[in-house]
RNA sequence: GUCCCUGUAGCUCAAUGGAUAGAGCAACGGACUUCUAAUCCGUAGGUUGGGGGUUCGAGUCCCUCCGGGGACGCCA
């Protein structure tokens, strides 16, 4: 089971554990972690691991010295042509030079699902992202979230999981209200009334295209309904035109959902008043100035919250409560939020909510991603939805394309700020590593076009004698090919996307490097297939990548 | 005031508690009559913000101080 580096690091590991029993350090029983992976130095081998350094404490002896009593009674896999006991007591593997040879028709005989783990075993994800309230546009952070929870949904799918992506709607509340006396305003204005705009209104300029969309569609036949009633109709068909603008700039950053969720559903079902009452039932509820409290300090949190208000009108966090009710009683076994760093005090209260509802919080993963800064001309721009200042999603693809805006934003590591400067960005050079990526990509397709015209095929992996590859820039690239599932395996345990960003971009390095000291045409021809199917395997894992990640593979540039 | 991120090369960032802290960009010096030079090869660049602690071993964990960002509402 599993690929050609996962078999073989799992033999040792096994190998080790039972050379450890053999010697009297361990029971067969227990069970022993230790680490045994690619040191970050070459010259320490292919694999090291600290087993004897962490049984120093049962064994109450010198590392160096377990580690030599290890060695006595370790098998060793043929794959592995030295062993050596290194440093403070590390025990490192040196494997044959050509020992990843076997990846080439590993990965062409798996193609596309090369790098496809069992990890996840089934069991149900929800990433749910974004989320951003459909009063606005989707600014720049928004685009962080959407990059980070499509490539980590991606990536869990990958990884065996089955996945879910979900947009909850924060269609009520007094946000909603605010919205639509901003958009009646600007209605009335637009149809020649004098109006004042309201205090906590949405000042943006999209919210006035919105109102003269209205307009256009449906003229003036509004104006005499009373406030109230104005006010709600126009909200609506301006929060349905809004929620379909969204909708369009996710998908044209490559994203799409399986559910947009919505909070009024949650009301108007009446699962958020059931919610309260099963709190109440549980003892977690009381009632005080008017309002209904949740007592999450009786669970350890620092203050009770307010879960009613005083006019009757659930909280945002009644709501939420209810929400994540829902997700699990839908049978996810686990649910990913990604979230801006700017709820993160919400974090532990959502986990406590559901802690009094009786359901584990260990199932709900809270990913705070920190906030994006924009830089434009050297000078930070601020970004305010409510004075409607900000560079949207929309505007950030245009300038600098799909490509770049999704490797940009999953590059780095989520709980790091992001300075994005859009300068640096809209360049449209080599200073963009994306483009180094898709650049290899491009010169593999483009030497299948010489191929093409010279009448050369790619030969069947079996007639091939792959022992011809053998300098270093070579087996270099084969070592990397044979890392992708593991990196796969890395990225979804940690959920953390930038590592394959990161890896995609060592690949491509690794490619340019064997590229321009091998040439694959006009050499001997056993050394042209060999080469030819590296190439082959090369291009399967970067195409896949990049897939991964949702950034096209071009065929030229 | 309490809490959460964060501080690493000139810049932007990596590094499940491991060995001599790594990449990219920028800088400098080289490589195209041969499959795309958007590439490659080489050089230089560091007291990991300061101090203490935990241990075989700390950029990583703990304490403390300093700097940057954020959260603490009957907003969402």
Redesign the pocket.
């Known amino acids: 089971m599993g690929y050609l580096l996962q078999r073989i690091t799992g033999e040792i590991a096994e190998n080790l554990r039972k050379a450890a029993v053999k010697a009297g350090y361990l029971d067969p029983s227990d069970e022993f972690a230790f ?1 045994l ?1 690619k ?3 070459k ?3 292919d694999l ?1 691991t ?1 087993l004897a ?2 049984l ?2 049962k064994a109450r002896k010198n ?1 160096r010295e377990i580690a030599a009593t290890l060695l006595e009674y370790l098998e060793i896999p043929a794959v592995v042509e030295r062993v050596e006991i ?5 025990i ?1 593997f040196y494997f044959k030079k050509d020992w990843a040879l076997d990846v080439i028709p590993e990965i062409l005989n798996a193609g596309e699902k090369y790098g496809r783990l069992s990890i996840g075993s089934g069991k149900k994800v929800q990433v749910e992202f974004v989320s951003a ?1 459909p009063t606005g546009l989707l600014h720049m952070g928004n685009g962080r979230g959407a990059a980070l929870g499509d490539i980590l949904a991606n990536i869990l799918a990958e990884a065996g999981y089955e996945v879910s992506r979900e947009y909850y709607i ?1 269609d ?4 909603i209200e605010n919205f639509n006396k901003s958009v009646e305003a600007r209605y009335l204005e637009l149809l020649g009334y004098k109006v004042e705009f309201p205090e906590e209104g949405y000042h943006g300029e999209d919210i006035i295209d919105t109102a003269r969309n209205i307009v256009a569609r449906f003229g003036d036949r509004f104006i005499h309904l009373p406030e109230k009633e104005r006010q709600e109709t126009l909200g609506k068909i301006a929060l349905e035109e809004k929620l379909q603008s969204i909708k369009k700039s996710l998908e044209n950053f490559g994203v799409k959902y399986d559910v947009w969720f919505s ?1 009024r559903s949650l009301h108007e079902s009446g699962e958020v008043e059931k919610t309260v009452k099963l709190l109440l039932e549980r003892g977690y509820l009381y009632e ?4 209904l409290w949740f007592a999450a300090s009786k669970l350890g949190e ?1 203050k009770d919250e ?1 879960l009613v ?3 009757g009108v659930p ?3 009644a709501a939420d409560i209810a929400y994540h009710k829902n997700k699990f009683d839908r049978g996810f076994d686990l649910v990913i939020n990604i979230w801006g ?6 974090v532990s209260r959502m986990k406590t909510a559901l802690k009094a509802l009786g359901y584990d919080p260990e199932r709900l993963i809270v990913i ?1 991603m ?2 994006v800064r924009l830089f434009q001309g050297g000078e930070l721009v601020r970004m305010s939805k409510r004075t409607g200042q900000y560079i949207t999603l929309d505007e950030l693809v245009e300038e600098v394309g799909v490509d770049a805006a999704r490797y940009f934003f999953v ?3 989520h ?5 994005f400067d859009l300068d640096l960005a809209k360049e ?4 963009n ?1 994306v ?2 990526i898709q ?1 290899a990509h ?2 593999i ?3 299948y ?2 191929c093409n015209e010279q009448g050369v095929n790619l030969p069947p992996v079996e007639d091939v004698d792959l022992t011809i590859l053998s300098s270093e820039a070579e087996l270099e690239l084969l070592r990397h090919l044979a890392e992708f599932p593991v990196e796969i395996e890395k990225c979804a345990t940690a959920l ?1 996307p ?2 394959l960003a ?1 890896y995609l ?1 060592e690949l491509a ?1 690794y490619f ?2 064997f ?8 050499v001997e021809e056993n050394l042209s297939k060999a080469r030819l199917l590296l190439v082959e395997a090369t291009r399967i894992v970067l195409r896949k990548g990049l897939k991964m990640l949702g950034v096209s593979a071009p ?3």
Not at 415 to 419: I, M, R
Not at 428 to 431: I, L, W, Y
Not at 515 to 522: A, I, K
Request: with cysteine; hydrophobic share 25%.
């Open positions: 680490e992976e040191p970050k130095e010259a320490h081998g090291a600290n350094m962490l120093t404490k590392p290194a440093g403070p007591g590390f490192n309230n924060n009520a509340g007094n946000q909070e005080k100035d008017g309002a620092e307010v208000r005083k006019n909280t945002y966090y760093a700017d709820h993160h005090g919400h705070l920190q906030l590059m780095r590591s709980d790091a700020h992001l300075d449209k050079s080599s200073e590593p483009y180094y650049y491009a010169r397709m483009s030497l076009r010489q953390a930038h590592h990161r971009h390095g340019h490097t590229y321009n000291s091998c040439r694959v045409l006009g065929e030229k540039m």
